[in-house]
Nanobody, 129 residues
């Protein structure tokens, strides 16, 4: 079965860190994918946070997370990670990963919430002030 599963969410104080994982099964990230991390806060539209090409490692970050979040891929583990540092209450959301076959990171992150079909179930990140 082709699926993505996120993990690593939780409750953290402002200024703290979390590392999210997105593990793929039923397919391999060695193929040409753009893998994105998205988030959705209550009452808001899902938005692209960070994306990475599993082919050449190119990345994209939303302005709101630049300098704080780092996306990476581990092909041996077939997993994409999102290291989140200096978290703020406005980062509170359900975080999802999604895979875009032969995707381009900029397009995946800016528009993927409208057309991507392969999503994980999400993991909740809550940041207290």
């Amino acid at each position: 079965e082709v699926q993505l599963v996120e993990s690593g969410g939780g409750l953290v104080q402002a200024g703290g860190s979390l590392k999210l994982s997105c593990e793929a099964s039923g397919f391999t990230f060695v193929d040409d994918y753009s893998v994105g991390w998205f988030r959705q806060a209550p009452g808001k539209e899902r938005e692209g946070v960070s994306c990475i090409s599993t082919t050449d490692g190119s990345t994209y970050y939303a302005d709101s997370v630049k300098g704080r979040f780092t996306v990476s891929v581990d092909h041996a583990e077939n997993t994409v990670y999102l290291q989140m540092n200096n978290l703020a209450p406005e980062d509170t959301a359900v975080y999802y990963c999604a895979a875009d076959f032969i995707g381009v990171v900029n397009r995946t992150c800016r528009a993927g919430h409208r057309y991507l079909v392969l999503w994980g179930p999400g993991t909740l990140v809550a940041v207290s002030s």
